[in-house]
């Protein structure tokens, strides 16, 4: 692979030239960032990855990375620093919410086995997916695929990290192109939002998940089904009502149903979903609190509001075993749920090494793509056929 490598540095620059030639790369060298990024920006080469040091004079590592955004770099990334490394940590986080491909970071001295790895990460260049740049949906196309019965609902399956059964699902709400594609939440939930059709649309899951629920339970298969909601569905006090009856229609059990939320933005009077989540544990619908620790997702609602499980987010999740900070927030998530009586899910199981970690860790629940990707109804018995022959190795051996 060709490399460009940036470090202020002269001794580290030609160490780390050195190392990478030894792994049969091929380095171009710069002491300095503003020196580099016209070779990028004029296109006249191509990089494989970039390798480029935090601290630098006149441009740091920061800025050169939101140029590499800017400038729509599509090859792989690695910072390198002698900063501590939560440090490290910011800034690959940084790089990823840019949307650039970060191999790694590696704390100097940049040790020849963990170069290695981090390079062997590194996939060709045209097999490396560009970031999506679909625009969210209009109101209007929003509306109109709604009208259109074109949403479809896809289940993530939930398994309990104790026993590894098979113990709900989460629904997840797409839409159906003309053209057969997909799209997803991403793309309309926020225009759902703040344009008043989030209600509707959660009617609309509603109306697809609690008959597919009552078709699982004919068949055998006893799942919790869990339904997101927005805080603005909670702006309604027939909310519950509405729920009740509805899975009363299908013939689900209140106590099979989950209501996860989320706040992705403060609720106009807190009164009201006080007042509505409230009245549905009273009849005995499960509530979640979804996303826990990001966005208006707090300790707050915590002591406020009746949940009886708490979802840690996946991006305290994934990698905690490798990640101490993301363990100890882990951890106290997970310890708060206990004191407090609470049911906890972990999303974001995508390894093997997630995987163990939670077998340790004393979650009750995990969902991700190492257990499970979200898939049509029909796709969910065979699932949960494979699942079980799959088991024994994943109980016994853990891997």
Known sequence: MRILLIDDDPFTLKLLGRQLSNLGHMVVAHEQAGEALPRLERNEEV????????RMPEMDGIEFVRHLARIGFTGGLVLVSGEDARILQTSERLAREHGLYVLGALRKPVAPDALQRVMDQQRPRHARP???ASAPLTTAELD????EDRLECHYQPKVSVNSGAVTGVETLARLRQADGTLIYPDRFITTAEEHGLINTLTRAVFAAALPQARLWRDAGLDLHVAVNVSMDDLDDLAFPEYVVREAERAGVPLTSLVLEVTESRLSKNPLLPLDILSRLRLKQVGLSIDDFGTGYSTMTQLRD???NELKVDRGFVH??????SLCAIFEASLGMARQLGMRSVSEGVEDA???????ASGCDLAQGYYI?????AAEVANWVELWAARLPELMGSGT
């Open 144 to 147: 109109r695929a709604i009208a």
């Open 47 to 54: 990089f494989d990855a970039v390798m480029c040091d935090l």
């Open 130 to 132: 560009r970031a999506s």
């Open 319 to 324: 990698s905690a075993c490798r990640d101490a």
């Open 372 to 376: 499970a990707r979200p898939m049509p």
């Open 353 to 359: 090494a997630d995987w163990l970690f939670l077998r």
């Open 305 to 307: 509001l009746p949940f």
